[in-house]
């Protein structure tokens, strides 16, 4: 455990390093190894599990770093480590790794996980659907579209983003370190080598895929919640006020300490769905993580005062990162939903 431990560190520091760029550009991503980090060695990755990769979003989150990685890497390489293997699959598996290809999940952010159909044609295989919210599409080579086939199971089928028929709109957001788009497939051509099924059983390996996206999202959150709490208890103890820095206020204090407290707990819950990510775990961690990144962004612009709320300060940034991040992949209510659900 403290090897681990150890190597999560040495992780995280060299991740503040890198963030702590003014532009973090994808070939960076490539070069740190981030973007295979759990990719197998065969495919050129690190081999490292998503305990790894979790440590790098965390860290996104906490600079509100603009980058590619939750769509590009994270959801990308999760779905191509879930297919069966097959040599369509590994070769781009192997480009996404090496930073030659980007192709991105076409997951959408709310609703139906498999929004596309693929259906068999005179012509062949023709898909159609359309998937909102989709974290990083605009500007990808390949597309991942999970789809339904004609009997119903899932599958992912990979296309290129310039195929006729196949459109990306970006979708304008609050928060200006994301990029989201709806992708649209109207009757593209699909090649036979194109499809992949899951490796096991196909709902279980789209689960999987939707809990990955809302934990990386909840790691994320946690890394925006601490951001503000270190910026607020560095503020309040160089603000003054009445001759003294405003952090010696008992008021001040119980609010920092309660900001504490609820990262503390989201941090615990986010651990254990790292350690075990079956649903329950993983909707307690999304939807307590996420509302206590809002909570605590909200809570340091007060503590900030009137400077919290002007554009130079920063703090908005991380408070619509926040906002969004609580509703792409189920909001809290709907993983509150999922986990009552447990106790019927």
């Given amino acids: 455990m403290s090897e681990f431990s150890e190597l999560h560190d040495e992780l995280r520091s060299v991740a503040t390093d890198l963030l702590a760029k003014d532009t973090v550009y994808w070939p960076l991503l490539i070069s740190a190894g981030w973007v295979g ?18 440590v790098i979003c965390e ?17 990308a390489v999760g779905a191509l480590n879930a297919v069966q293997p097959n040599e369509s699959g590994d070769a781009l598996l192997r480009a996404v790794v090496a930073g030659n290809t980007r192709a991105v999940l076409a997951l959408p952010g709310a609703g139906e996980p498999a929004p596309f159909d693929l259906a068999t044609t005179r012509l062949g295989w023709r898909i159609h659907g359309r ?8 500007g990808a080579q390949r ?10 199971v899932a599958v992912l089928v990979d296309v290129a983003a310039d195929a006729p028929g196949l459109t990306v709109t970006e979708q304008p957001v609050l928060d200006e370190t994301r990029r989201l788009a709806t992708v649209t497939a109207e009757g593209v051509e699909v090649d036979t080598d194109a499809v992949w099924h899951f490796d096991g059983d196909s709902d279980a390996g789209m689960r999987a895929l939707t809990e990955r996206a809302a934990l990386a999202v909840a790691c994320d959150s946690l890394g925006v919640a601490q951001a503000m709490l270190d910026t607020t208890v560095s503020y309040t103890g160089v603000r003054q006020q009445f001759g ?57 612009m007060q503590l900030h005062g009137g400077i919290g709320y002007t554009w130079e300060s920063g703090l908005h940034v991380y408070l619509k990162r926040a906002a969004l991040n609580r509703s792409l ?7 509150r939903t999922r986990i009552a659900q447990h106790y019927r």
């Fill in 37 to 54: 980090l759990d990719a197998s060695a065969h495919a050129g990755g690190a081999g490292a599990t998503f305990a790894e990769v979790a």
């Fill in 59 to 75: 860290e996104l989150g906490r600079a509100a770093a603009v980058t590619g990685y939750l769509g590009g890497a994270v959801l």
């Fill in 131 to 138: 998937a909102p919210f989709v974290p990083d599409a605009a």
């Fill in 143 to 152: 597309l991942l579209l999970p789809a339904r086939d004609a009997d119903g």
């Fill in 244 to 300: 003294r820095p405003i952090g010696s206020f008992q008021a001040v204090k119980h609010a920092c300490a309660d900001m504490l407290v609820t990262i503390s707990v989201a941090r615990q819950l986010v651990s254990a769905a790292i350690r075990k990510p079956e649903p329950r775990a993983v909707s307690m961690a999304k939807s307590y993580a996420t509302e206590t990144a809002v909570a605590v962004a909200g809570k340091a």
């Fill in 329 to 335: 992949y189920g909001s809290p209510a709907e993983h």
